[in-house]
């Protein structure tokens, strides 16, 4: 569904490549997660799946982006916009600021399809609804919790049915419940409706669960890609600025003081942890 050979990709007026030779495939109905350090290039990544980079951006762009068949670097923004949803990092920069209820907010996009009004409200109380947000429709988009108006970004997005959706931090706001929340929901997006899933996170125990692989990026490569049980559990990671989950730090630290064998993979998840912890535990 995306599938990136090569990509080089600089800021105008920047010396060093943001992206530096990322090959990357995701493949249909994959919830993909991609994590790095600060300035490691996860953001510009998501612009270039999403056409932001070049068409936005400009800058310097070898190689080549494919998403769901179209040419990213041919094909217009609006044309990308049906097939593709970005959700950015700030909601601010979502919010169109052009109306009043979080419901007419969210309908933006549809009303800009020409999609029949009884169906536009369905879908936006639907997608309303898969955030959290039901019940809230009627209020100002700028009355909301930072984290509210992370949901409202993220249902304006949802409700356009994008095949594929990248997300750029988009729990950042968000609490513990919250982020469940839309974990939640973006893995049923890609397990039952099939939508491809690039998610730029920051939380190793959410990713852990959810995430069907963890590309990691460093200064704008690709320095690891696998399954989140291999990825987040090498050792590089924290090379990398990265910190495991709290699970594999207890299993390494475990491991290190002769409290248990380090001959096991190391868990990654609690459902991992709790055998790696009872089984053949030292005296
Ligand atoms: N608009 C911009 N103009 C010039 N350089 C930028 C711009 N945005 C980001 N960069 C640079 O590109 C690199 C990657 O940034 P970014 O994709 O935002 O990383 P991340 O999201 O992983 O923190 C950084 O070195 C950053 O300073
Ligand atoms: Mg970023």
């Known amino acids: ?31 993909c997660a991609v994590i790095g350090a600060n300035g490691a290039g996860k953001s510009t990544l998501c612009y270039a799946i999403a056409g932001f980079v070049p068409h936005f951006y400009n800058g310097t762009l070898t190689g080549r982006v494919t998403v769901a068949g179209r040419d990213v670097v041919a094909t217009p923004l609006a044309e990308l916009a049906g097939e593709i949803g970005l959700v950015f990092a700030n909601p601010f920069n979502q919010i169109t600021g052009a109306r009043f209820t979080v419901r007419e907010e969210v309908a933006f996009g549809l009303e800009n399809l020409g999609v029949p009004r009884d169906d536009m409200l369905a879908r936006v109380d639907a997608a309303l609804a898969l955030v ?76 852990a669960v959810h995430a069907d692989r963890v590309v990691v990026l460093s200064a704008g490569r690709v320095v690891l890609d696998g399954p989140p049980a291999e990825v987040l559990a090498a050792p590089e990671l924290s090379g990398y600025g990265l910190a495991p989950t709290r699970y594999t730090q207890a299993a390494r630290l475990a491991v290190g003081r002769g409290l248990a064998p380090g001959d096991r993979p190391l868990p990654v998840t609690l459902e991992q942890a709790a055998p790696f912890f009872t089984d053949r535990v030292s005296p």
């Open 132 to 207: 959290g947000l039901a019940g809230l429709g009627d209020r100002s988009p700028y009355a909301l919790s930072g984290g509210q108006q992370q949901r409202v970004a993220l249902a304006s997005v949802i409700v356009m049915r994008p095949r594929v959706l990248v997300l750029d931090e988009p729990t950042s706001q968000l609490d513990p419940v919250g982020t469940r929340e839309v974990f939640e929901t973006l893995a049923g997006l890609a397990q039952a409706g099939g939508t491809t899933v690039v998610l730029v996170e920051h939380k190793p125990e959410w990713i």
């Open 1 to 31: 569904m995306i599938d990136i050979q090569g990509l080089t990709y600089t800021y105008p007026a920047s010396e060093t490549p943001a992206l530096n030779g990322i090959d990357l495939t995701v493949p249909e109905g994959q919830l």
